[in-house]
């Protein structure tokens, strides 16, 4: 196991420490997991979760909302904003599973190699890989590793990746450093770090529990 792998690991069970096994929400199915992920897109949880449950109040079957007029869809998803761009997008994926499945069902996914079922997901207009990676990982239990914006800048501060990486690039690399089965609960853990500690604007390290394993200081003299 090469350094950065040691300090990924040792950073997981830090976390763990601190914070626990962490638990998130009851998963979704993958169909569901993925107009979930399309909805989160520039908002936050609150808001993805007003316009997922609007829409379902309002088209409660994944057919309806594909069959449904284009306005109807937008108005009921107004609350995660974006709507005239993600009810569209939304409509489209659904009406391309159809065409190529036969159904609105994700589960073969669970099947597949994971790049090939994250290849499938990411021909997808508005399915990056943190959506994918997201589908994959908690709604399939698949090897996945979704980068959000918090753990892009936990990830840089503490060296976890290297600076000038993209977002897209750091999901195969932070795969790489931190093994399959501590995904989940690092991924979440990293988040709440990222919340709570690390924040944008200014990281509380003093009271941070991996200050110790983090490059930032370093970084920063
Ligand atoms: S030590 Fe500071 S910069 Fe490093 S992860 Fe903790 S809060 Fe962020």
Redesign the pocket.
């Known amino acids: 196991m090469n350094d950065l792998k040691k300090r990924a690991l040792q950073i997981h069970k830090k976390l763990l420490d601190a914070f626990g096994e962490p638990i998130w929400r009851n998963p979704l199915p993958a169909i569901d997991e993925l107009v979930s992920t399309i909805l989160s897109q520039n908002t936050n949880d609150v808001n993805r979760d007003r316009g997922f449950n609007a829409l379902r109040a309002k088209l409660p079957t994944w057919e309806a909302v594909r069959d449904a007029n284009a306005e109807d869809v937008i108005n009921a998803i107004r609350p995660a904003g974006l709507a005239n761009q993600k009810g569209p997008r939304i409509q489209q994926v659904l009406r391309t599973i159809t065409e190529e499945r036969g159904s609105l069902n994700l589960d073969f996914l669970a099947g597949l190699p994971v790049e090939e079922a994250r290849a499938w997901l990411t021909k997808f207009n508005g399915v990056g890989p943190k959506t994918a990676a997201i589908v994959l990982c908690f709604s399939l239990n698949m090897p996945a590793f979704p980068v959000d914006t918090h753990i892009y800048r936990?990830s840089g501060?503490?060296g976890l990746r290297p600076e000038k990486m993209t977002v897209e690039q750091a999901h195969p690399h932070l795969e790489s450093v931190f093994p399959p089965e501590t995904y989940y609960a690092a991924h979440l853990n990293l988040i709440r770090?990222g919340r709570e500690?690390?924040g944008a604007r200014k990281?509380?390290?003093p009271k941070?529990p991996?200050?110790k394993l983090?490059e930032?200081k370093e970084k920063t003299k």
């Open positions: 936990v501060r503490t770090l500690v690390c990281p509380s390290c941070c991996i200050n983090c930032y």
